[in-house]
């Protein structure tokens, strides 16, 4: 199974600043690496795929990147709304997926 | 729009059965692959498992954790998902979600672009 592992498990911005998400694999993934927001008492909402695609809607703020084991999602200029819980997720061989243990992104 | 409506959760004994249902709706349902995903309170996302679309034999893989104990299955023609949860333990205890595969091709799991609601199972004596 492949592990990921997201760093740090908590990180305090303030508003307008920018941030920067760490995701690890334990092995390469190459870029089938997807990243998720989650905010309390909400699913999960796609926010990037392929490493570095945003998906649908998605504010241009948001970017991905990263191949192989090593990955980073960036936020710039943090809105309110951006403060919740970060997850990365692998889907390396379609047969079974494992998501990092996420990041809470809070407010400084 | 894509819908994806869980039901069916509920408090629970050790030991017992429970049966999960998403209905979807929006999309062509038989196309793609649906996945469920449990989130234990406080905790992060745990990939249960997934079935294939019928193209692909609708056959199912899971996680270690399950595998034995739940059982997912499809009704194309009512647009259904289901998660037969059997032998629960109190580690089951999670909020379930039922999620859609991105892609259409209904083969395998990737990534998941809608999600349920969720819905709550208790495992307690």
């Known amino acids: 199974e492949i592990l990921m592992t997201q760093s740090p498990a908590t990180l305090s911005v303030s508003p307008g600043e920018g941030a920067t998400l760490s995701c690890r694999a334990s092995q390469s993934v190459r870029s089938n690496l997807a990243w998720y927001q989650q905010k309390p008492g909400q699913a999960p909402r796609l926010l990037i795929y392929g490493a570095s695609t945003r998906a649908t809607g998605i504010p241009a703020r948001f970017s991905g990147s990263g191949s192989g084991t090593e990955f980073t999602l960036t936020i710039s200029s943090l809105q309110s709304e951006d403060f919740a819980v970060y997850y990365c997720?692998?889907?390396?061989?379609?047969?079974?997926?494992?998501f990092g243990q996420g990041t809470r992104l809070e407010i400084k | 729009e894509v819908q994806l409506v869980e039901s069916g959760g509920g408090l629970v004994q050790p030991g017992r059965s429970l049966r999960l249902s998403c209905t979807a709706s929006?999309?062509?349902?038989?196309?793609?692959?649906m996945s469920w995903v449990r989130q234990a309170p406080g905790k992060g996302l745990e990939w249960v498992g997934f079935?294939?679309?019928?193209?692909?034999?609708?056959?199912?893989e899971y996680a270690a954790s399950v595998k034995g104990r739940f059982t997912i299955s499809r009704d194309d023609s009512k647009s259904i998902a289901y998660l037969q949860m059997n032998s629960l333990e109190t580690e089951d205890t999670a909020v379930y979600y039922c999620t859609r595969d991105f892609s259409s091709s209904g083969s395998g799991i990737t990534f998941l672009d809608y999600w349920g609601q969720g819905t709550l199972v208790t495992v307690s004596s």
């Open positions: 997720q692998q889907y390396n061989n379609w047969l079974s997926i494992t």
């Open positions: 929006g999309f062509s349902f038989g196309d793609y692959a």
């Open positions: 079935i294939r679309s019928k193209t692909y034999g609708g056959t199912a």
